[in-house]
């Protein structure tokens, strides 16, 4: 009787890790495309109306990236959309100068590697 209660615990438990881990997950899903949506009310940023070039789960991405150490390129080019919005909107920075930028490098390099190519960066 007692290792019948001891698998049923056990296997509750393991449920309850999987269903925590699973909205773990989802809530930072969540909050890239909450951050991706600002970055286009705030700075309309044409290349997150495109189509996805492919689409991993954030918590992979960062897995990966972190981890296995790929997806260096995409960190090295976070700046590219913010660089475009301030030659189309012709804002000229002084050395120095403080200003507001919703930025967020995690977020940035998921989105980067969201919606560019490799070919598409600079990545030398």
Not at 25 to 47: G, H
Not at 57 to 82: A, D, G, T
Request: charged share 25%; proline share 2%.
């Amino acid at each position: 009787m007692e290792t019948g209660k001891f698998i049923n615990f056990s296997r509750r438990f393991l449920i309850l890790i999987f269903v925590i881990v699973l909205s773990l997950l989802i809530y930072c899903q969540i909050k890239v495309e909450i951050y991706r949506y600002d970055l286009i009310k705030l700075y309309n940023f044409s290349y997150l109306k495109k189509d996805r070039v492919k689409f991993v789960p954030f918590v992979y991405f960062i897995i990966e990236s972190k981890i296995f150490e790929k997806n260096s390129c995409y960190f090295r080019n976070i700046n590219l959309p913010y660089k475009e919005y301030e030659n189309i909107h012709h804002i000229i920075r002084q050395p120095n100068e403080e200003y507001f930028m919703r930025f967020n490098i995690e977020y940035n390099a998921y989105l980067m590697y969201s919606y560019y190519n490799l070919e598409e960066l600079r990545c030398n």
